[in-house]
């Protein structure tokens, strides 16, 4: 480090536990954030991460602990508290109204503003020296993930923290915006601020944060320093033992096109939904087709649009092996072969208050035998049992909840509900997205097995090390166009990094 | 600091059932309050709501005859209001079963065949379920709000009904009343013991309950409905159908209820006239959220109403009680079995 350590830390949290029930979500954490320093938290997801920051911002109450905030102990009962100590906080989930400005949403989160010129004056003082390009005045409903988070940022920015607290800020950004992101940050850390920064990114914590806090199962696993450590090392600090990767055998020949999509226009359900223009798109039969991009360029509608379950076609079809399916119902088309693993995992994959076997008939009805018009439970509980089984799904008892299964879980059931119906096509939305890192290569290498037994997957993703562990070919969609897809094993991320922030324009034929 | 709702966890078994007892009990305790604050005496009012109703083999059969049409319309809601479509306007398709119903009694008069009930049985059901299905197209068609369209439904039936007995459907020897014919035999739903009040109606309805129970319970079609009511993308994504299930569940509601009228006419006034509703429409909509939108506990609700409805009749001139009361009563009791829900899965805490 160049210049000298200050004395009294930032802040400094001893012995910190919370129980919540049974779970310690928290084991006599300590951390400790100095000036000018940015600083990581790494853990897989339900490592702790959130409860932690949740206790450093006043949103829970710790068992036990104290917190020092420049030498001095103090009570943290608030968010508010927390602020005026100058803690800002930087959510994932972003808290902005779509309908409003960038300007009226920033004078929204800030006490005692009003979206007048004042306002927009320090917004774009704040703005300049940080490096975060903003339009005070558009409409956060045409704006992208990257740009969202800037108001987010700026808005904690405006209150002149000494701590700010990011939670997983790069998962939604290109690597360009991860890049401009980076740059702010340490403008703000060589101003002499305490950046704590969460993710479960190794390369960009190894590339920006000069110390690492990394916590498993609510406990503190160490603190090091990850410039002196591989992201391997690291990765196996956050898991415990080593985690397996994804055998994966690119380059064999696939089989015939089993999903054909030409040409395809949607117009979406909801207002501010993305329509879909002339999307191109076939997968083979024993390959794996990664769908990349940024969050909100149709990903959502795209899934619709395939599995049939809404979004108005204007014009192309979709076909499953020769069948036009473009009008058909999500019914149908499982019957054809093809299985559907949406995003959500509750509300959408599952009902949240009904059990696992019975969730089994919501996708299993039209093609599998659960009893016909009068469901057989002994069926139902047969097939979950063994999903169960096969996908080490684990819960509170044998035929749980789906609300009772942790994410990880619940993605296994979800997928392996799927795969137990030995579809001939799977298409799957985010397919680990908050799942922990054992679950995820659970996940990966199944559908990678499934398409090298013969069937066809698409990934449609967020994630571009998944898109590049698991695909054979890349598209990448953005602003609802998509870009012709390429061979994995010829591309880079920064190639995919460009496309995921220009729409795709037909060149002239 | 804010009065908030905070999760408990999960709800043993035992815990389900003693809350709407406890919830019943605080109503009656409250009730009591009530009337003794309006200076009534309690013994009095516990020998009207309870002892009476219950013990005599009179107030037994009026009971149940109150109960017949509570719990088959309540049968029916409970899978509009399971799939989260709100039928309010049961009460118009009661009017319209016994509209229809007695219409065929009206126009087979002096023939007397033997199929003169069953065909009005299914005519009213049928009057019924069309009558039900109106609300459900306007939805599916122009995304009109059924609870508007199929309350606002109910005025158009009422009103149709009062035309009809007042002017071409009118008994000429009536002195000018407005009620239609009194049916001949041949289209009177009888007492199940011969002499007595209580009709096949009540065992039309304990089969009602008995096909609830195994269509939610056991399929795929009550699944559908619950689905669609607990999460519509998880239904959707299932290929459940939303305007099909819309379209089922108003033709279930509907013809239930359309049967209800039908019986009622038939069993009970044996003659068309304005006032064959009584609200049961509504007040079964009552009824089916007591009972926890489940076919048995709607029974058992439709019982405990009947006690109460039976009972005010007699407090009116016992205990110069206004009806209106019983209407509070009915309000009470729905709230206690309610809030005593709200509070076995959440707890009041200050935040």
């Known amino acids: 480090m160049s210049e000298a350590p200050p004395r009294v830390p930032l802040i400094r949290c001893t012995g910190l536990t919370k129980r919540f029930g049974s779970l310690v979500a928290n084991d006599s954490v300590s951390l400790t954030v100095e000036q000018g320093e940015i600083h990581a938290l790494l853990g897989e997801n339900g490592a702790g991460k959130s409860t932690l920051v949740k206790t ?31 803690i800002g906080m930087v959510f994932q989930h972003f808290s902005l109204f779509d309908e409003l400005t960038v300007l009226e949403n920033i004078a929204l989160g800030t006490p005692g503003a009003r979206a007048d010129e004042e306002l927009a004056a320090r917004v774009d003082r704040v703005a300049r020296t940080y490096g975060l390009a903003l339009e005070p005045h558009r409409p956060v409903w045409t704006l992208s993930a990257g740009e969202r988070q800037r ?44 950046i704590l920064f969460i ?33 391997r090392s690291l990765a196996s600090l956050m898991v415990g033992e080593g985690v397996n990767e994804v055998k994966t055998r690119h380059g064999e020949s696939a089989g015939p096109v089993f999903l054909a999509v030409s040409g395809l226009s949607v117009k979406p359900e909801i207002s501010h939904g993305i329509p879909l223009k002339a999307i191109d798109l076939e997968v083979r039969a024993g390959e794996v087709v990664a769908v990349a991009g940024v969050a909100g360029n149709g990903q959502s509608e795209l899934f619709a649009a395939l599995s049939g379950e809404g979004g108005e076609v204007k014009a192309g079809t979709v076909r499953l092996r020769d069948r036009d399916v473009t009008r058909t119902d999500i019914g149908e088309r499982r019957r054809l072969g093809a299985a559907f693993v949406p995003e ?79 579809p001939k096509l799977i298409i799957v939305d985010q ?79 | 600091m804010a009065l908030t709702l905070v999760p408990r966890g999960p709800v043993s078994r035992l815990r389900e059932i003693t809350t709407p007892l406890i919830a019943f009990a605080a109503a009656v305790l409250i009730a009591a309050v009530v009337l003794l604050a309006m200076g009534k005496p309690l013994g009095v009012a516990f020998h009207v709501y309870f002892m009476e109703p219950l013990t005599s083999s009179w107030g037994i059969q009026e009971v149940l005859l109150k109960a017949t049409p509570l719990t088959l319309i309540a049968v029916g809601l409970i899978f509009a209001i399971r799939a989260n479509r709100w039928n309010i306007g049961a009460e118009g398709q009661y009017v319209i079963g016994g509209l229809v119903g007695g219409a065929v009694a009206i126009f087979t008069h002096g023939s007397g065949g033997f199929w003169v009930l069953p065909l009005m049985l299914i005519a009213g059901t049928l009057g019924g379920l069309l009558y039900g299905l109106l609300p459900a197209v306007l939805r599916n068609r122009f995304g009109i709000s ?47 013991v011969a002499g007595g009040k209580l009709h096949w109606g009540a065992v039309i309805a304990a089969l009602a309950v008995v096909a609830g129970v195994v269509m939610l319970g056991r399929s795929l079609f009550g699944f559908a409905v619950s689905a669609t009511g607990e999460a519509p993308r998880a239904a959707n994504f299932a290929g459940f159908n939303d305007r099909k299930l819309t379209l089922a569940v108003f033709a279930l509601s509907g013809a239930l209820a359309g049967l209800a009228g039908v019986v009622e006419v038939s069993a009970n006034i044996g003659q068309l006239q304005p006032s064959i509703g009584q609200a049961y429409g509504f007040t079964a909509i009552i009824v089916a959220f007591l009972g926890r939108l489940h076919p048995v506990g709607a029974l058992l609700a439709a019982l405990v109403l009947s006690v109460l409805l039976i009972g005010s009749e007699t407090a009116q001139i ?34």
Not at chain 1, 443 to 469: H, K, N
Not at chain 1, 486 to 496: N, P
Not at chain 2, 326 to 351: D, H, K, P
Request: proline share 5%; net charge neutral; charged share 25%.
């Open chain 1, 56 to 86: 450093l911002y006043g949103i829970l109450k710790p068992d036990a602990g104290t917190i020092e905030w420049q030498g001095r102990p103090v009570e943290l009962p608030n968010p508010e508290a927390a602020r005026k100590l100058g």
């Open chain 1, 151 to 194: 108001i987010e940022i700026a808005r904690c920015l405006l209150q002149e923290p000494k701590l700010i607290v990011l939670d997983e800020p790069t998962s939604v950004l290109t690597p360009q915006e991860s890049e401009t992101l980076f740059a702010s940050l340490e403008t703000l850390r060589a101003q002499g601020a305490g």
């Open chain 1, 199 to 231: 993710s479960h990114k190794l390369e960009e914590v190894r590339q920006i944060c000069s110390m690492a806090t990394i916590l498993r199962g609510g406990k503190l696993i160490a603190h090091a320093d990850p410039r002196k450590e591989t992201a």
């Open chain 1, 344 to 422: 959500g995992r509750l509300g959408h994959a599952t009902l949240p208050q009904r059990s696992l076997s019975e969730n089994i008939a919501l996708s299993w009805h039209e093609t599998e035998d659960v009893g016909g018009f009068f469901l057989s439970a002994d069926k139902l509980k047969a097939a979950a049992a063994a999903v169960i089984k096969q996908f080490d799904v684990r819960g509170p008892s044998s035929d749980p909840r789906a609300a009772q299964l942790s994410g990880g879980n619940l993605q296994k059931y979800i997928v392996g509900r799927e795969i137990a119906r030995n």
């Open chain 1, 431 to 509: 397919p680990t997205w908050g799942v922990d890192a054992r679950a995820a290569a659970l996940i990966r290498q199944t559908l990678v097995d499934l398409a090298r037994a013969g069937a066809a997957v698409l990934i449609i993703t967020q994630d571009l090390d998944e898109a590049f562990e698991m695909s054979d070919r890349i598209s990448v969609i953005c602003g609802g166009t998509m870009h012709p897809p390429v061979a994995t094993a010829t591309t880079d991320r920064e190639a995919i990094g460009l496309r995921m922030t220009s729409a795709y324009e037909r060149t002239a034929a």
């Open chain 2, 146 to 192: 059924e609870i508007l369209s199929s309350l606002m439904l109910v005025y158009v039936a009422e009103l149709l009904l009062d035309y009809l007995v007042r002017g071409p459907w009118r008994d000429p020897r009536a002195f000018n009343f407005p009620k239609s014919v009194n049916f001949e035999d041949a289209a009177i739903l009888g007492p199940i």
């Open chain 2, 318 to 351: 016992m205990l110069k009680l206004p009806f209106d009361m019983t209407r509070a009563f009915m309000g009470l009791l729905l709230l206690s079995v309610l809030a005593g829900e709200a509070l076995t899965r959440y707890r009041l805490a200050w935040r």
